[in-house]
């Protein structure tokens, strides 16, 4: 698409001064205005800052893309402003740069998803061609701008070229945009300097573009996956050496990943005649360690929308029975046949949610072995995941058992990974068996595999927490009120939902019970750590002026927040999984922080009642709730402070 056809010299500004983004946005945003482009000004405005909120809009070497859609928009356009300062704090996905260039786009509603995708696409691939940003930078006048804005064919092509070799390439990131296009661009233009045919797929945000033929495939000499998330479709590559990297490094390494692809590639992709298989035939795309964080990932962004389905669900039901005061009573089963229709509604629906919660464990799990060996790693880690969230108890006869929760998924989804990787790579069959290997052998060994690892290991270990854990907490009765609810609140933030949090919950609900000790440290420690995290993920660019959660975790932290108030505290899992390092030592010594705080100050709270309608049940509430300001603040602070400590030490270093 030509640029310049979506803007005019009135739209475009320089020598801009401005401190903050949202001046700059504002800005821009008057100017469509007043030029006629928008009916209103306030609604498009707020459009914009929202879409901020979701990913960073900020690219790299100086650019910006802030975009909008709306339905006071009259046309698709877009306005321009050239600083005279950059800013540092515009959350970019470059963290070291500094914007001076920002295009605004404005999408009417009708056209959402299609017009401001190809205007970025657009921007981003024109941004690595050489010398594009410069002439946008050093132009004197308008129309030098607008005149600069658009590519003639003949840059792009630069003449006919005689290849002697033939790279194909899929490259895909997190958004699906920005990267997508600009790891696709650098690869086609080292492929050039190198003399050698590189044709690139991206698989972004509007699908699957310039998709990559058979006979294209079946001619080419190497393939390099440049992606951040699992590609589509790679079973495509059998047989054809590749490389596997992230989608960034082609804009430092475009020439060096080529000829790595032609002269040293990391494997062969290897997949059987009926085409269920397709896996790296030797080394791994970067290491055990990036195989395993790149698994996480992927796990991650498919488990989110299940949380959030849930949660949903869940909390629909939950409000709706608030007003009858039917909260606490909802799951019983006689209001499955209740008189009142809407009363069996509410009920169904929170049952419905909470069966959806039970399948976040095997989609995590799943695709995390997925990431790691392609389809034939889908039945074992959904069967591992299936293991940590306990649904194979009633089959087992099991009623009062403890599952291993989300430490059981991530193990058992990466074993499944590994050894279904593993079996794929060393499985060699006749060409009249093939078909028996991703059909028979694979999912027979590797989900044997994960009964034996699940039925030996994994559940006795945690079964073993658990005794360990209930011994603990009953030996420190007799230690204090605050040294008591310290472990009690330990144990429940650890793990969200998992063992060792269940664990604690039997033990505080039966001293609850016989009036030993009551559940205020408990029911606080399950709320505190969502609440946190979301909190975190809603200021933390007000508290260090920049984004410092990726765009995935955002989201969950909005539902984290929400589930948080109605006391389901898996929406906090994804940051566990993503960063446990950091992520749970900070749950625990905020719940402790909070707990404390409130039984010190005399809060008291007997029933089982985390979620918000039962704090007013609660004694001495005021001391409660100041007890949850400390911990979340504690958790949300603490968080955003290390990320971004971490942010800088990486920028750094870059």
């Keep these: 698409m030509e640029l310049k056809n979506m803007t005019d010299s009135n739209l475009i500004m320089f020598d801009v001064e401005a401190d903050h983004k949202e001046q700059v946005i504002k800005q821009l945003t008057s100017t469509l205005f007043k030029e006629g482009y928008l009916e209103s000004e306030q609604p498009f405005l707020e459009a914009v800052l929202q879409r901020e909120d979701v990913s960073p809009t900020g690219m790299e070497r100086g650019l910006a893309i802030p975009h909008g859609k709306s339905t006071v928009v009259k046309k698709a356009v877009f306005a321009v402003a050239r600083l005279t300062t ?59 701008f607008l005149d600069g804005l658009d590519l003639e064919e003949k840059e792009e092509t630069k003449g006919d070229q005689a290849y002697t070799k033939t790279v194909v390439a899929v490259t895909a990131c997190a958004t699906g945009i920005a990267h997508t296009y600009m790891a696709a661009e650098a690869l086609e233009k080292a492929g050039r300097e190198l003399g050698v045919n590189v044709l690139v797929e991206k698989q972004g945000a509007n699908g699957i573009e310039d998709a990559l033929t058979a006979s294209v495939i079946e001619k080419a000499d190497a393939v390099i996956l440049a992606t951040d998330i699992a590609p589509k479709q790679k079973e495509r590559f059998a047989g054809k050496p590749y490389v596997q990297t992230r989608v960034a490094e082609p804009l430092r390494r475009g020439k060096e990943m080529i000829q790595k692809a032609l002269t040293n590639p990391d494997g062969v992709v290897e997949k059987n005649e009926s085409d269920d298989a397709a896996v790296p035939s030797s080394q791994s795309g970067g290491g055990f360690l990036k195989d395993t964080v790149q698994a996480v990932m992927t796990g991650i962004s498919y488990m989110i929308p299940v949380i959030v389905a849930a949660g949903l669900m869940m909390g629909i039901a939950k409000l709706g029975a608030m007003p009858f005061g039917l909260v606490n009573e909802l799951g019983d089963p006689k209001y499955a046949t209740h008189s009142n229709e809407l009363f069996v509604i509410l009920h169904h629906l929170d049952l419905f949610g909470g069966l959806i919660f039970k399948f976040m464990y095997p989609i995590f799990a799943a695709f995390v072995a997925y990431s790691l060996a392609d389809r034939v790693g889908l039945v074992s880690g959904f069967i591992g995941g299936a293991f940590a969230g306990g649904l194979h108890y009633p089959f087992w006869g099991i009623a009062d058992g403890i599952p291993s929760g989300f430490l059981g998924a991530l193990i058992l989804g990466l074993a499944a990974g590994y050894i279904s990787r593993f079996l794929n790579q060393k499985i060699q069959l006749s060409k009249n068996f093939q078909a028996m290997k991703p059909m028979f052998l694979i999912p027979a060994i590797s989900v044997l595999s994960i009964f034996f690892l699940n039925f030996y290991i994994v559940d006795p270990v945690f079964g073993g927490l658990n005794v360990v854990l209930r011994t603990w907490i009953e030996s420190a009765q007799g230690t204090g009120d605050v040294v008591l609810a ?48 979301g909190l975190a993920t809603v200021i933390d660019k007000y508290v260090v002026g920049r984004r410092v959660f990726e765009a995935d ?66 004694e001495n509430l005021w001391a409660y709730l100041l ?24 920028e750094s270093h870059a």
């Design 486 to 533: 310290s472990i009690i609140a330990a144990a429940t933030a650890f793990d969200l939902g998992g063992p060792i949090n269940k664990a604690a919950g039997a033990i505080a609900i039966g001293l609850a019970a016989d009036e030993v000790y009551p559940l205020t440290a408990r029911v606080l420690a399950i709320v505190i750590p969502p609440i946190g995290l």
């Design 553 to 618: 975790l955002r989201v969950a932290g909005n539902t984290a927040l929400l589930l948080g108030f109605i006391a389901i505290s898996e929406g906090a899992i994804p940051f566990m999984l993503r960063n446990p390092l950091i992520t749970i030592p900070i749950n625990i010594i905020g719940a402790i922080l909070g707990a404390s705080t409130a039984v010190l100050l005399g809060a008291v709270q007997w029933l089982p009642l985390p979620a918000f309608w039962g704090w007013p049940l609660v």
């Design 627 to 650: 007890g949850l300001i400390v911990g979340a603040a504690f958790i949300a602070f603490v968080n955003i402070f290390v990320r971004f400590t971490i942010l800088k030490k990486k």
């Design 86 to 144: 950059p800013l540092d704090d515009w959350a970019s996905i470059d963290p070291t740069n500094k914007v001076q260039l920002i295009f605004l786009i404005a999408i009417p509603e009708s056209e959402a998803g299609t017009t401001h995708l190809k205007v970025l696409s657009t921007l981003s691939t024109n941004l690595m061609r050489e010398g594009y940003l410069e002439r946008l930078m050093a132009s004197e006048s308008k129309k030098e």
